[in-house]
């Protein structure tokens, strides 16, 4: 560290990669910077995953009071209102965006308000304020793409979902990523019509197939509608609402919001990093090393900004090993193995490790263990509602290669999983484990019947 410059590392965004790197290198000492010309705390907690869920939660509660009949529950007429779940929502985001702020000030980061862009390799210019620093680190998150399709004007994307001055009667969501499926339960549960367009045959593109094809069933049994293999053709608005037109095809879908979520791009537009020689793929994404590092030797990237594994968590992770390794002297790497990831649809999905096709793939012989049930809940409830649960072993080693499961409470029972994933453990392991009964999370210790090979 040398006082040659204002900070020993300025970060650009204070999402959770830049906020969780930033106090990690204040905390053994370093001068630190940070800059952001949006709400403190990112994508994940402003515009994202928190209030996403919040919202998920708020529309479950629709099950839970038609399920309530078969418990001997009279529920007298429930009324939702839209306006006071935004409101609650907001008034969370608030409270976590003043928490992210506060660990920034007690950590010491100097907080820089405005859009920072890259001047030299040492120097980043915010608004009209120019501050240098030994090392950088860009972590600009990312940001909804809309493609050029003749009347995008008229379509939303997640940030415009998450504030909806009214909830909408229909809506036509195009995509099929986590997003996309995570946004059609909510407002599918919340009454909504829902027509999902999607350009495959499945949703969740990379996930085990299995999962793919029961989260269809699933979400076609609560009344969303898939439209595959097509894409929209163009957007038109009349007096009844939107429509739209689908490729090659006279179909038109009538909705009164078109929600786009068809994938996210590095937000590094403006940076600079073209007329410092930054390498950058396709989209935009920094190109770094396994230690977070852009060819420009002191200019360093994590999370979204960098596409690789674009997840809150992984951010986190990074941009802690970074700090671990420039203030700390103790040089870590992200592990990118057995990371676990959810998908907050209704049903849920959890999964880590390998899909079946891509443990096939390795080339060895894999075992499948495979289980669909209806949950003890439903049994009253009356619920036609089905978990899915599947284990992808190794056969020479009996390791358990990969866990997947659509139904309530995944990503909690994941999470424990995904532990045991991480030591390496194996099938027998999984069989010598009592399970906790009456649960769903004990199918996962007591399937003994392989799928047969195909």
């Not at 979400?219 to 595959?228: A, D, E, K, L, Q």
């Not at 999983?417 to 769903?440: E, M, N, V």
């Amino acid at each position: 560290m040398t006082a040659k410059y204002d900070f020993d590392l300025f970060t650009l965004g204070a999402g959770s990669g830049g906020v969780a790197g930033s106090r990690r290198a204040a905390s053994y000492g370093a001068r630190v910077g940070i800059c952001e010309d949006s709400r403190i705390g990112g994508t994940c907690v402003i515009r994202g995953c928190v209030p996403k869920k919040l919202l998920v939660y708020g529309s479950h509660i629709a099950d839970e009071i038609d399920d309530a009949k078969g418990y001997g529950w009279t529920i007298p007429e429930a009324h939702f209102d839209w306006a006071r779940l935004i409101e609650a929502k907001n008034k969370e985001v608030d409270r976590l965006n003043g928490i992210y702020i506060k660990m920034l000030d007690d950590a010491g980061v100097d907080i820089v308000h405005g859009r920072g862009k890259l001047i030299d390799a040492h120097t980043v210019q915010v608004g009209e304020r120019i501050v240098t620093a030994e090392r950088i680190l860009i972590a600009t998150g990312s940001r909804p793409h809309l493609p050029p399709t003749p009347g995008i004007e008229h379509a939303i994307t997640s940030n415009e979902a998450l504030d909806l001055p009214e909830l909408p009667r229909r809506i036509a969501v195009v995509g099929s990523g986590y997003i996309a499926v995570e946004f059609a339960g909510i407002f599918n549960a919340l009454g909504v019509e829902v027509t999902m367009i999607i350009r495959g045959d499945l949703p969740l593109k990379g996930f085990d197939e299995d999962v793919r094809t029961h989260v269809v069933e699933e979400m076609t049994r609560r009344g969303i509608r898939f439209v595959s293999q097509t894409r929209v053709e163009r957007i038109e608005k009349t007096a009844h609402g939107l429509e739209a037109h689908l490729h090659q095809s006279d179909a038109v879908i009538p909705c009164d919001q078109i929600l786009y979520a068809i994938g996210r791009i590095p937000n590094t537009g403006d940076l600079g990093l073209k007329a410092l020689g930054i390498e950058t793929g396709l989209l935009g994404a920094v190109i770094v090393d396994e230690w977070s590092r852009s060819n420009v030797a002191n200019i360093y990237a994590v999370g979204d900004v960098t596409d690789r594994m674009n997840l809150t968590p992984v951010a986190i992770a990074e941009a802690r090993a970074l700090a671990e390794t420039l203030f700390n002297n103790n040089p870590t790497t992200f592990d990118p193995e057995g990371v676990p990831t959810a998908v907050f649809g209704q049903p849920p999905i959890a999964t880590v490790g390998l899909t079946e096709a891509a443990a096939r793939a390795l080339g060895r012989p894999v075992d499948i263990y495979r289980t669909r049930f209806r949950p003890m809940k439903h049994t009253l409830s009356g619920r036609q509602e089905k978990v899915l649960m599947k284990l992808v072993v190794d056969r020479e080693s009996d390791r358990v290669l990969g866990c997947h499961m659509v139904g309530a409470d995944s990503a909690e029972i994941m999470q424990g999983i995904a532990i045991a994933l991480k030591c390496g453990a194996t099938k027998k392991q999984f069989d010598r484990t009592i399970g906790i009964h009456p649960s769903s999370a004990e199918e996962f210790v007591t399937m003994r019947d392989k799928v047969a090979d195909l």
